[in-house]
Each structure stands twice: as C-alpha cells, then as structure tokens.
C-alpha cells in the first residue's frame, strides 16, 4: 500500500513518525474518514469543511488547501486502486523534541498522515437487509466531542464491551439520553418521524448526518432534532445509525429488546437508497 506522509508518497512499510509525536504521546491530533465509492469521493467539502474547524479548535493551523487536500486524496485513491473503501487522514501538533504538556512553538511542522483502506463490498454491505444489535453503555468521553481528535480509548472500550455483550456497537449514554454510537450518529423513527439528537459539544457534527438530514428533508420527510432515551428508542418503529464508512445502518435490538420486531424498517431502507444515490451525484 502507498500511503501519504509529510509531503511524500512512500510504501507503508518506509512511512516512519517520531515517538515524540504528540500524536502518539498526547494524542493531540485530528482525524478525518472520507468513504469511496466508484472510485469517488463521497461527501469530500464537507469532511474538508470539518477538517479545519477541528484543527482551528484546538488551535493549529490547516497545512494545506482544499485543492491539495483533495489531489492527496485523489493520488492516495488512484495508486491504490481504491474502488469501494476509505481514505483515513490524520493530522498532529508533530515533534516536540521532548515530552512537554505545553504546545511545542509555532511553527514546529505537523505531521500529517493518509492512507487507505480498500473495502469491497461496502456499498451492498449485507448489515443493511439484516440489521444491528446495540447495547448502552454509560458515555465517558470528554465534553469537546464536536471535536474530531484521535482520542478514541473510550469509544475503543465501549466498542469491546458491547461485543463481549454479544451485541456489534455501543450507543452511548448520558445523563439518560443518548448521546451516539462509538463510531457514528444515533436515529430512531416514529410515526414516519425521524428523530436524532441536536447538535451541541455533546456530539460530533456527522457529515454523512447532514448530508442525510438535507435529502430527507428535501424528500419532504419529518425530522424531529431532539435527544431521546433507550427506552424511547425501544419502543420506536426503527432505529439506524449513520457514519461516513456504514453510510445508513439499521439497528434491530437494543440491550436485548427487539426494535420494530427485529426487522429492517422502510425508513432506514430508504434513508440508505437515498443517500448513496444523492451522495454520489456529489462525490468528486
Ligand atoms: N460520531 C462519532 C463519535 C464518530 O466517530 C463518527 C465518525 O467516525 C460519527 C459520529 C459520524 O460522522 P461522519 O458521518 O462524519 O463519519
């Protein structure tokens, strides 16, 4: 595999990074995922748009334009012959030269890391025509998870609980609302409602969620944005989450309660058709 690093296109294996990165010791860095499909990319302004509030947010600058962002992506896509997959991009405050909990000095040179991931298959994922189990699990993030940092232990340890609980994800919990998923953002749907908790620090600000909330609503669907409980989400029709990589994914059970009687709903059926159809009239 031929990944992207600090300017030069390398093999993996000759792709080095300091064990002084404050990506590695601090996890002080951000993160990007955009998904791949024909060859394409799905969503890419908006993964771009977030990219550099993420980084203004924690104070460091954005080390290149939209247009070089997006040939690295497109070189990245190309000399892998990614068809269906992902581009992972990943940013740090770089080397310090020593530990220090204070920033290294302006102009210390970032790291910035791309690779990919090939993943046939990911558009006719089989998940979607059987759906989901998700347990809660108590949400003990930080509170800036509008923030896209490479801080990603607790997700980490929520994922493995749910799995040694038999179930494929975690929907984190707060304050006896659902915050989302490990990975992704939260939805039920009631009486043709879409309902999904609002945006605030609480959350990541989905691009695959706002980019799905524009076509639903552009296909006169109802949109409820609220938090909601797990025992709302229960009782609901339906229940999906979103992220760049699942796309649309319904979810059939929740800490064992069946959800719309165990099978995938018309909604997030739909949701899933409308949003690859949409987003590739848009992918670049
Ligand atoms: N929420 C969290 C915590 C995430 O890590 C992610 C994606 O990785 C999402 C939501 C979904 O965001 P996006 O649709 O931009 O992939």
Redesign the pocket.
């Known amino acids: 595999r031929t990944v992207y690093l600090n300017g030069e296109y390398l093999p993996e294996a000759e792709a080095k990074v300091s064990i002084f990165d404050r990506g590695f010791v601090m996890a002080d860095g951000v993160y990007?995922?955009t998904?791949v499909l024909d060859g394409k990319l799905l969503?890419f302004p908006?993964?771009l748009t977030?990219l550099s509030r993420s980084l203004a947010e924690l104070g460091m600058g954005n080390p290149h334009s939209d247009a070089e962002w997006l040939e690295i992506h497109r070189q990245l896509v190309a000399r892998n012959e990614i068809v269906e997959g992902i581009v992972y991009l990943q940013v740090t405050r770089g080397n310090p030269g020593d530990r220090d909990f204070a920033y290294p000095p302006e102009g210390t040179p970032q790291t910035v890391v791309l690779f990919t991931q090939s993943k046939p298959g990911l558009a006719a994922n089989p998940q979607a025509q059987t759906g989901l189990k998700v347990v809660s699990v108590e949400d003990l993030?930080w509170s800036r998870?509008d923030i896209?940092t490479v801080q990603?232990l607790y997700?980490s340890m929520a994922k493995m609980e749910a799995k040694a609980r038999g179930a494929d994800d975690a929907w984190?919990v707060e304050d006896g609302f659902v915050t989302?998923?490990?990975?992704?953002?939260t939805y039920i749907v009631k009486n043709g409602t879409i309902i999904t908790r609002q945006l605030s620090t609480d959350?990541?600000?989905?691009?695959?969620?706002?980019?799905l909330l524009r076509f639903a609503a552009e296909a006169q669907m109802k949109i409820e944005e609220r938090p909601f409980t797990i025992e709302e989400a229960q009782s609901a029709d339906e229940a999906f989450?979103?992220?760049?990589?699942?796309f649309v994914l319904p979810v059939v059970e929740i800490d064992g309660a069946k959800v719309g009687g165990a099978k995938v709903g018309p909604v997030a059926t739909r949701l899933r058709e409308l949003y690859l159809e949409e987003s590739l009239k848009s992918a670049i």
């Open positions: 990007e995922v998904s969503d908006g993964h977030r993030r998870r896209k990603l997700p984190l989302e998923g490990t990975s992704n953002n959350i990541l600000h989905g691009i695959t969620r706002a980019s989450f979103t992220s760049a990589s699942a």
